[in-house]
Nanobody
Framework: QVQLVESGGGLVQAGGSLRLSCAVS????????VGWHRQAPGKQREAVAS???????MYADSVKGRFTISRDNAKNTVYLQMNSLKPEDAAVYYC????????????????WGQGTQVTVSS
């Protein structure tokens, strides 16, 4: 069973930075694609960024140029570096993993973490 644990969320002022981590266990990490979604109160969950097994990345238009997703296969961890944070970035951030890049991109991954809260004050 694949398990994902997010960390790194918190309260930050607008314009600040946070780095989220997603530690993955229970499977061969190098065979998994990983993504981040977020959900703000009253809104639908939306894709933020994803990284393939080979390291290809995709970003939502709203975070391009500000967020960077990366993976460290030696540590079984995916990171989401978030810079120039805006109040509209506030949400619960979830990481998810799957062997299928298509399922990652569509948010239909088999495995999800519990989420970490990001709060951005204006």
């Amino acid at each position: 069973q694949v398990q994902l644990v997010e960390s790194g969320g918190g309260l930050v002022q607008a314009g600040g930075s946070l780095r989220l981590s997603c530690a993955v266990s229970g499977s061969t990490f190098s065979s998994l694609a990983v993504g981040w979604h977020r959900q703000a109160p009253g809104k639908q969950r939306e894709a933020v960024a994803s990284i393939s097994i080979g390291g290809s990345t995709m970003y939502a238009d709203s975070v391009k140029g500000r967020f960077t997703i990366s993976r460290d296969n030696a540590k079984n961890t995916v990171y989401l570096q978030m810079n120039s944070l805006k109040p509209e970035d506030a949400a619960v951030y979830y990481c998810h993993a799957d062997g299928s890049w298509l399922k990652i991109r569509s948010g239909l991954s088999d495995y999800w973490g519990q989420g970490t809260q990001v709060t951005v004050s204006s």
